[in-house]
């Protein structure tokens, strides 16, 4: 049948530090960079206000408290930051390409439909199938309350509004199983508004296509 | 007179009823400060009782303690009380119970005001109280986003507690805004410039001012909202041509700037506490200032980032993006100032002091995560995660609690005049500093490992068992410790011993009297001539109670303080203050019948209670009249100045301005959200365009003249040429509404009802008020004694011609352009 594989480790199945696809690899990334340079800056900070009562007495002057480490210091952290970011955020974003794969999803209290445009009419209930290595376009619309649409593993979350349609472009590395969520509350099933993206290899997708396994 | 019979004088003329009475008809500021900050805590317990269920829910996997129709009232409760309820009222009751004494006056500017405020707090945390024990409390997260908290996802009641309860209690948020602010920019003791303002002033101004501009958004949307629920307007309902994200503007337009909001009050203790605990001045004193006005700015440009996940296009969230970590920079230039602050003095480890250390290691985290979150793609990630959960509890903890702790172990001695006594709040210092680290560092992990916030379970295997039990019981940790708090502060209220008055050294004037407060604050104004005028001058407490400074003289029997020029801080008027009264309470219940006849649909209580109100409003306000003029009186130390309510810019005056500003937020909103549903709401345009023609727009431009010329003319011509604008006004009123007969037809038929009875209301209004001026005149007032009332009547006709022309433009434009 498919080629799908075993169920990936148990402990990072919903987790967006343990990436299987490049935007989720992208952005695990920058929060790696993130947490070294909080981490720094915490340290430094603390130093300064630990040496308040260290340091012997005398004169402190203004300028290289206010200016120096309030403006410029913020400053020159953010503006790289935000370049680096700003960066990061143009990559993720859904461009055209031979080989996009384009599939829908609408989301309803509590389920999740998903339609794919390479096989009209077909529809598949929270199961999610894409090929993996190819780029996949998700077009995401709302039947009733706002929700979101989340596979941690592959992507960042995006949300699906009543009458508008947000796409997120997300892609797996391998093929397998990935746990997605719904990532906006939305009332007393929320917990359970889940879905599965499936990741087929080449055959495996072609064979969905035709329709197999229905 | 000596001093002991001048404080026996003036506690005769200020002091509260004695008993109970005293809690119903007190408007001394010293009173309702205590009241609210009490009120506010114990809201606090209630939201800290919620977050304790929702810790024992989480605490192990596939938890059966609550369904989740119970767990999510609780969460949702334990966000809506924390917010509204305690963190916002917590700084109106500081401010109240501090800012005149620390401004050298003898109250707030509108005393009533502060009564009335804080009983529509009272009764509107009721309201939200009852709907929790009842069962039936709001559901749908905090920030309420339709059509999830519409007839969609919460047909019940459950929503419209949320809806009435928040929007009858914010009017103590505008209320304790518009006085806050006319007392700092008035209320002051002489000499006291704006460059010699303590620096809490500075920062309540500017929280105050946010407020003004910051609660109108939330207001509206909660407006708008009741009305789809209650009568199908459709404003969030896609089909008919509303749209979900509205509200989330809405909301967040509001929700970003009550960050700061929260934030400036407690950096304003900080930047208060922290010199005397360092022995030192403020470094930096300006660039505080600067710091805090460009963070109020900065921070009503940001309330996207709390929408990155919405589908905005990627240019827009880069604008935002850069906004949210430019917010950064006059956060750092504060956190930098107290450090160098720290540098210069001498800073020991009392109470206060070590609580501010906690300030600092918690709240750097928290704005570090901030920036993280501020990185569009991490957000992408992050976004209602239990990262989330834990960065806003880092801000908010750290940013707010510990610094009000702060606050609290450095003014209890001037709350209860006693010194502290047992030890208590070292031992709850340090479970409430690891316990809340424990609670919130590892849950910023189960985040990433995939955590979302507001699920009420959770299965095993994903590496989130041991984070969420180290959270439940490092939770249940800090709840001890605030317990122990409490129990210290009523401990050292009650039985400790007599402390000095001035037991920290502070500069600032309310050391400057004995503790616990007098009634009147102090016996005699200062004339202040530096920014710690205790530090100038130690000998000025016993000068001010033998009366050597302003109005030591209570010879004239009633409440009197003085009123100064803004930028300079000389001496203008003198006040006189009403007395006690059960007004406030009274109609703050009538302003409560109002709620409740929408909350339970009883819609014809709804224009009783709104009669009610304005029976109150009036009888509020004739009481302040005078018929003839008092002319100049002495105020002390050679000075000689007219009473405030025969000069063209009475306090009052004052209070509309800056009530205006926030009336005149809410209608920038509403033309913002009708807007953003012309330009991006999917299903526009609606079926028709209302055409009202020329004659309409003849009759809204000869009624919004004929009100703005009303507010010139004499009493009894003013109110004919008001009447005749009402009319006009009503007559187009009238036009425009027939030919949108249904305002559940879509989104923009609603809008328009809205702008016209938006309109209607303050044609209304400002009809009313040059109504009471005609009607004091009849009544023998002279034309100098009416002359403060007349011109505040006509800031109100004027602003109402304005919303007539801009109500008629909104309405028309599209038809026109159709």
Same mark, same amino acid.
């Given at each position: 049948?498919?080629?799908?594989?075993?169920?990936?480790?148990?402990?990072?199945?919903?987790?967006?530090?343990?990436?299987?696809?490049?935007?989720?690899?992208?952005?695990?990334?920058?929060?790696?960079?993130?947490?070294?340079?909080?981490?720094?800056?915490?340290?430094?900070?603390?130093?300064?206000?630990?040496?308040?009562?260290?340091?012997?007495?005398?004169?402190?002057?203004?300028?290289?408290?206010?200016?120096?480490?309030?403006?410029?210091?913020?400053?020159?952290?953010?503006?790289?930051?935000?370049?680096?970011?700003?960066?990061?955020?143009?990559?993720?974003?859904?461009?055209?390409?031979?080989?996009?794969?384009?599939?829908?999803?609408?989301?309803?209290?509590?389920?999740?439909?998903?339609?794919?445009?390479?096989?009209?009419?077909?529809?598949?209930?929270?199961?999610?199938?894409?090929?993996?290595?190819?780029?996949?376009?998700?077009?995401?619309?709302?039947?009733?309350?706002?929700?979101?649409?989340?596979?941690?593993?592959?992507?960042?979350?995006?949300?699906?509004?009543?009458?508008?349609?947000?796409?997120?472009?997300?892609?797996?590395?391998?093929?397998?199983?990935?746990?997605?969520?719904?990532?906006?509350?939305?009332?007393?099933?929320?917990?359970?508004?889940?879905?599965?993206?499936?990741?087929?290899?080449?055959?495996?997708?072609?064979?969905?296509?035709?329709?197999?396994?229905? | 007179?000596?001093?002991?019979?001048?404080?026996?004088?003036?506690?005769?003329?200020?002091?509260?009823?004695?008993?109970?009475?005293?809690?119903?008809?007190?408007?001394?500021?010293?009173?309702?400060?205590?009241?609210?900050?009490?009120?506010?805590?114990?809201?606090?317990?209630?939201?800290?009782?919620?977050?304790?269920?929702?810790?024992?829910?989480?605490?192990?996997?596939?938890?059966?303690?609550?369904?989740?129709?119970?767990?999510?009232?609780?969460?949702?409760?334990?966000?809506?009380?924390?917010?509204?309820?305690?963190?916002?009222?917590?700084?109106?009751?500081?401010?109240?119970?501090?800012?005149?004494?620390?401004?050298?006056?003898?109250?707030?500017?509108?005393?009533?005001?502060?009564?009335?405020?804080?009983?529509?707090?009272?009764?509107?945390?009721?309201?939200?109280?009852?709907?929790?024990?009842?069962?039936?409390?709001?559901?749908?997260?905090?920030?309420?986003?339709?059509?999830?908290?519409?007839?969609?996802?919460?047909?019940?009641?459950?929503?419209?507690?949320?809806?009435?309860?928040?929007?009858?209690?914010?009017?103590?948020?505008?209320?304790?805004?518009?006085?806050?602010?006319?007392?700092?920019?008035?209320?002051?003791?002489?000499?006291?410039?704006?460059?010699?303002?303590?620096?809490?002033?500075?920062?309540?101004?500017?929280?105050?001012?946010?407020?003004?501009?910051? @609660?109108?958004?939330?207001?509206?949307?909660?407006?708008?909202?009741?009305?789809?629920?209650?009568?199908?307007?459709?404003?969030?309902?896609?089909?008919?041509?509303?749209?979900?994200?509205?509200?989330?503007?809405? @909301?967040?337009?509001?929700?970003?700037?009550?960050?700061?909001?929260?934030?400036?009050?407690?950096?304003?203790?900080?930047?208060?506490?922290?010199?005397?605990?360092?022995?030192?001045?403020?470094?930096?004193?300006?660039?505080?200032?600067?710091?805090?006005?460009?963070?109020?700015?900065?921070?009503?440009?940001?309330?996207?980032?709390?929408?990155?996940?919405?589908?905005?296009?990627?240019?827009?969230?880069?604008?935002?993006?850069?906004?949210?970590?430019?917010?950064?920079?006059?956060?750092?230039?504060?956190?930098?100032?107290?450090?160098?602050?720290?540098?210069?003095?001498?800073?020991?480890?009392?109470?206060?002091?070590?609580?501010?250390?906690?300030?600092?290691?918690?709240?750097?985290?928290?704005?570090?995560?901030?920036?993280?979150?501020?990185?569009?793609?991490?957000?992408?990630?992050?976004?209602?995660?239990?990262?989330?959960?834990?960065?806003?509890?880092?801000?908010?903890?750290?940013?707010?609690? @510990?610094?009000?702790?702060?606050?609290?172990?450095?003014?209890?001695?001037?709350? $209860?005049?006693?010194?502290?006594?047992?030890?208590?709040?070292?031992?709850?210092?340090?479970?409430?500093?690891?316990?809340?680290?424990?609670?919130?560092?590892?849950?910023?992990?189960?985040?990433?490992?995939?955590?979302?916030?507001?699920?009420?379970?959770?299965?095993?295997?994903?590496?989130?068992?041991?984070?969420?039990?180290?959270?439940?019981?490092?939770?249940?940790?800090?709840?001890?410790?605030?317990?122990?708090?409490?129990?210290?502060?009523?401990?050292?209220?009650?039985?400790?011993?007599?402390?000095?008055?001035?037991?920290?050294?502070?500069?600032?004037?309310?050391?400057?009297?004995?503790?616990?407060?007098?009634?009147?604050?102090?016996?005699?104004?200062?004339?202040?001539?530096?920014?710690?005028?205790?530090?100038?001058?130690?000998?000025?407490?016993?000068?001010?109670?033998?009366?050597?400074?302003?109005?030591?003289?209570?010879?004239?029997?009633?409440?009197?303080?003085?009123?100064?020029?803004?930028?300079?801080?000389?001496?203008?008027?003198?006040?006189?203050?009403?007395?006690?009264?059960?007004?406030?309470?009274?109609?703050?219940?009538?302003?409560?019948?109002?709620?409740?006849?929408?909350?339970?649909?009883?819609?014809?209580?709804?224009?009783?209670?709104?009669?009610?109100?304005?029976?109150?409003?009036?009888?509020?306000?004739?009481?302040?009249?005078?018929?003839?003029?008092?002319?100049?009186?002495?105020?002390?130390?050679?000075?000689?100045?007219?009473?405030?309510?025969?000069?063209?810019?009475?306090?009052?005056?004052?209070?509309?301005?800056?009530?205006?500003?926030?009336?005149?937020?809410?209608?920038?909103?509403?033309?913002?959200?009708?807007?953003?549903?012309?330009?991006?709401?999917?299903?526009?345009?609606?079926?028709?365009?209302?055409?009202?023609?020329?004659?309409?727009?003849?009759?809204?431009?000869?009624?919004?003249?004929?009100?703005?010329?009303?507010?010139?003319?004499?009493?009894?011509?003013?109110?004919?040429?008001?009447?005749?604008?009402?009319?006009?006004?009503?007559?187009?009123?009238?036009?425009?509404?027939?030919?949108?007969?249904?305002?559940?037809?879509?989104?923009?038929?609603?809008?328009?009802? $809205?702008?016209?009875?938006?309109?209607?209301?303050?044609?209304?209004?400002?009809?009313?008020?040059?109504?009471?001026?005609?009607?004091?005149?009849?009544?023998?007032?002279?034309?100098?004694?009416?002359?403060?009332?007349?011109?505040?009547?006509?800031?109100?006709?004027?602003?109402?011609?304005?919303?007539?022309?801009?109500?008629?433009?909104?309405?028309?434009?599209?038809?026109?352009?159709?």
């Amino acid at each position: 049948m498919t080629t799908l594989v075993a169920l990936a480790g148990c402990e990072e199945s919903l987790s967006a530090v343990h990436p299987a696809g490049p935007a989720a690899a992208t952005i695990a990334t920058l929060w790696w960079v993130l947490l070294a340079g909080a981490t720094a800056i915490f340290l430094f900070v603390a130093g300064l206000l630990a040496w308040a009562w260290r340091r012997p007495p005398g004169e402190v002057a203004e300028r290289p408290f206010v200016i120096g480490l309030g403006l410029a210091f913020p400053l020159t952290v953010l503006a790289a930051l935000l370049a680096y970011g700003l960066v990061v955020g143009e990559r993720l974003l859904p461009r055209g390409g031979a080989d996009v794969v384009v599939v829908r999803a609408e989301a309803r209290q509590w389920a999740w439909s998903f339609g794919y445009d390479d096989a009209p009419g077909r529809v598949t209930e929270d199961e999610l199938h894409i090929p993996a290595g190819r780029p996949v376009d998700v077009a995401l619309t709302s039947a009733d309350v706002v929700h979101g649409f989340w596979v941690p593993r592959l992507a960042g979350k995006l949300d699906a509004v009543p009458g508008h349609v947000n796409v997120l472009r997300l892609e797996a590395d391998a093929p397998g199983r990935y746990g997605g969520l719904g990532s906006e509350f939305n009332g007393v099933g929320y917990v359970g508004h889940r879905f599965t993206v499936i990741a087929h290899d080449a055959t495996g997708w072609q064979a969905f296509l035709a329709g197999e396994g229905e | 007179m000596n001093a002991l019979r001048r404080h026996r004088a003036l506690t005769r003329i200020w002091a509260s009823a004695p008993g109970w009475k005293g809690w119903f008809t007190s408007v001394n500021h010293t009173d309702l400060g205590r009241m609210f900050l009490t009120v506010a805590v114990f809201f606090f317990l209630v939201g800290g009782i919620l977050a304790m269920l929702i810790r024992a829910q989480l605490a192990t996997p596939r938890s059966a303690f609550m369904g989740p129709e119970t767990y999510n009232q609780v969460f949702t409760m334990h966000g809506t009380i924390m917010m509204f309820l305690f963190a916002i009222p917590f700084f109106e009751g500081l401010a109240v119970y501090l800012l005149p004494k620390l401004l050298g006056t003898r109250d707030l500017a509108f005393p009533r005001l502060t009564a009335y405020g804080f009983w529509c707090y009272v009764f509107g945390g009721s309201m939200m109280i009852f709907a929790l024990l009842a069962g039936i409390a709001p559901d749908s997260g905090w920030f309420m986003y339709p059509p999830l908290s519409s007839t969609i996802g919460a047909p019940g009641i459950n929503s419209d507690f949320w809806l009435i309860g928040i929007t009858f209690v914010e009017i103590s948020a505008i209320s304790a805004a518009v006085e806050i602010t006319v007392t700092i920019l008035r209320y002051r003791a002489p000499g006291m410039s704006l460059a010699k303002m303590p620096i809490f002033a500075w920062y309540a101004l500017v929280t105050a001012v946010m407020i003004l501009t910051g @609660f109108p958004p939330l207001i509206l949307g909660s407006i708008l909202l009741e009305l789809e629920r209650a009568f199908g307007m459709p404003f969030f309902q896609v089909a008919q041509g509303g749209d979900a994200l509205l509200w989330q503007h809405l @909301f967040w337009m509001f929700g970003h700037p009550e960050v700061y909001i929260i934030f400036l009050p407690a950096a304003g203790a900080i930047s208060t506490i922290l010199p005397v605990m360092a022995r030192t001045t403020l470094m930096g004193y300006g660039w505080v200032v600067a710091a805090a006005v460009s963070l109020a700015v900065l921070s009503f440009g940001l309330w996207v980032h709390h929408m990155f996940t919405t589908g905005i296009p990627h240019m827009g969230l880069a604008f935002f993006s850069a906004a949210s970590t430019l917010v950064a920079v006059p956060t750092a230039v504060q956190i930098f100032a107290w450090i160098g602050t720290l540098w210069r003095g001498r800073p020991g480890l009392h109470l206060p002091m070590m609580w501010l250390l906690a300030f600092f290691a918690t709240f750097v985290i928290g704005g570090l995560t901030g920036v993280m979150v501020a990185v569009v793609p991490f957000d992408w990630q992050a976004h209602d995660t239990y990262f989330i959960v834990a960065h806003l509890h880092y801000v908010l903890i750290g940013g707010f609690v @510990f610094p009000m702790l702060a606050a609290l172990y450095y003014w209890m001695p001037h709350f $209860v005049g006693r010194k502290t006594y047992f030890k208590l709040g070292g031992v709850a210092f340090w479970l409430i500093v690891p316990g809340f680290h424990g609670t919130f560092l590892l849950l910023h992990w189960a985040g990433l490992l995939g955590m979302r916030r507001r699920i009420d379970s959770y299965g095993p295997g994903q590496g989130w068992e041991i984070i969420n039990l180290i959270a439940s019981v490092s939770g249940f940790v800090m709840a001890i410790g605030f317990a122990l708090v409490l129990i210290d502060v009523i401990i050292n209220a009650v039985t400790a011993i007599r402390g000095s008055r001035d037991p920290w050294r502070a500069g600032t004037l309310e050391w400057a009297m004995p503790t616990p407060p007098a009634a009147y604050n102090f016996a005699s104004l200062p004339h202040v001539d530096s920014r710690d005028p205790l530090y100038a001058d130690r000998e000025l407490p016993v000068r001010l109670a033998r009366g050597e400074g302003y109005l030591g003289d209570p010879a004239r029997g009633r409440r009197e303080t003085l009123t100064v020029d803004i930028a300079t801080g000389a001496p203008r008027t003198i006040v006189v203050f009403p007395g006690n009264t059960a007004l406030p309470v009274l109609m703050s219940a009538v302003t409560g019948l109002f709620f409740l006849g929408m909350l339970v649909k009883d819609y014809w209580l709804v224009p009783i209670s709104a009669l009610g109100v304005i029976g109150c409003a009036l009888a509020w306000v004739w009481s302040l009249g005078r018929r003839a003029p008092e002319g100049p009186l002495d105020a002390g130390r050679g000075a000689v100045l007219p009473v405030a309510s025969e000069v063209a810019d009475p306090p009052g005056w004052w209070g509309s301005l800056f009530l205006l500003l926030a009336d005149g937020t809410f209608l920038g909103s509403l033309l913002f959200g009708y807007a953003f549903l012309w330009t991006i709401a999917p299903n526009w345009p609606p079926p028709a365009y209302a055409e009202p023609g020329p004659a309409a727009l003849a009759l809204v431009l000869a009624g919004a003249a004929l009100t703005a010329v009303g507010g010139r003319l004499g009493a009894l011509a003013g109110v004919a040429a008001a009447l005749a604008g009402t009319v006009a006004v009503g007559l187009a009123a009238l036009a425009v509404l027939a030919q949108v007969p249904d305002p559940a037809a879509h989104a923009y038929d609603a809008t328009v009802w $809205v702008l016209v009875g938006y309109a209607l209301l303050h044609q209304v209004v400002a009809l009313i008020m040059m109504a009471l001026v005609a009607a004091r005149r009849w009544a023998g007032h002279s034309a100098v004694t009416r002359r403060g009332a007349a011109r505040v009547a006509r800031l109100w006709s004027d602003y109402a011609a304005l919303v007539a022309l801009l109500a008629a433009a909104a309405v028309g434009l599209p038809g026109v352009l159709a």
